[in-house]
């Protein structure tokens, strides 16, 4: 078996069996011979965003999570919308890794799955734009109604979602053989 990429998933939802942990996990069992998914369990740990506080100093739990972020070869962002708009703990989340760059040319699917959505993935796409997360106008997906769609044994039930969620996934694969060609390429020219 070939090497597995390793891939960071954040729900933004901080529920345990939210629609979008089930979806994660769907996910996960999907592209299990090709992607190596470490769930993010950390959103409601992190301190509120503080521009004074984003030193060399940072809690721990902020630490963490721009650790996992450096070690991962992709991120997968699974989100419901709340009151139209991004969910606040993983605005929050993104907001301490601004000044890190920690998304700036990360290879990232953002799936918003929720009643409607639009609202809230228009706005994350935008910021996840101005973050420079690799590939993101490809590698997104809104799924509405999601809770129709992904059953509760973890399970996209609904067949053209799941044809979506699969050409995401290679789409997201794709994406991440590109940018480790194109790394490469700097560093051997750099080397040369």
């Known amino acids: 078996?070939?090497?597995?990429?390793?891939i960071l998933a954040i729900s933004g939802s901080t529920r345990q069996n939210s629609t979008n942990h089930r979806l994660i996990k769907a996910i996960t069992d999907i592209s299990k011979d090709v992607f190596d998914i470490q769930l993010y369990d950390g959103l409601s740990l992190l301190p509120y965003f503080n521009p004074d506080d984003d030193d060399e100093h940072v809690s721990r739990e902020v630490a963490l999570l721009r650790q996992l972020l450096g070690n991962a070869d992709g991120v997968i962002i699974c989100t419901p919308e709340y009151a139209h708009g991004v969910p606040g703990s993983l605005k929050n989340a993104i907001d301490w890794t601004v000044g890190t760059s920690d998304f700036s040319h990360k290879p990232t699917v953002l799936i918003t799955a929720?009643?409607?959505g639009k609202y809230g993935h228009q706005a994350l796409l935008e910021t996840l734009r101005v973050i420079e997360a690799e590939n993101i106008d490809t590698l997104q997906l809104l799924?509405?109604?999601a809770s129709t769609r992904i059953s509760g044994?973890?399970?996209?039930i609904d067949q053209q979602t799941l044809e979506d969620v699969k050409m995401l996934l290679e789409n997201f694969e794709k994406t991440m053989n590109e940018n480790h060609q194109k790394l490469n390429k700097e560093t051997d020219q750099q080397t040369n």
């Open 114 to 116: 929720s009643t409607d």
């Open 153 to 156: 044994d973890n399970r996209i």
């Open 143 to 145: 799924i509405s109604f």
């Open 1 to 6: 078996m070939k090497n597995r990429k390793k």
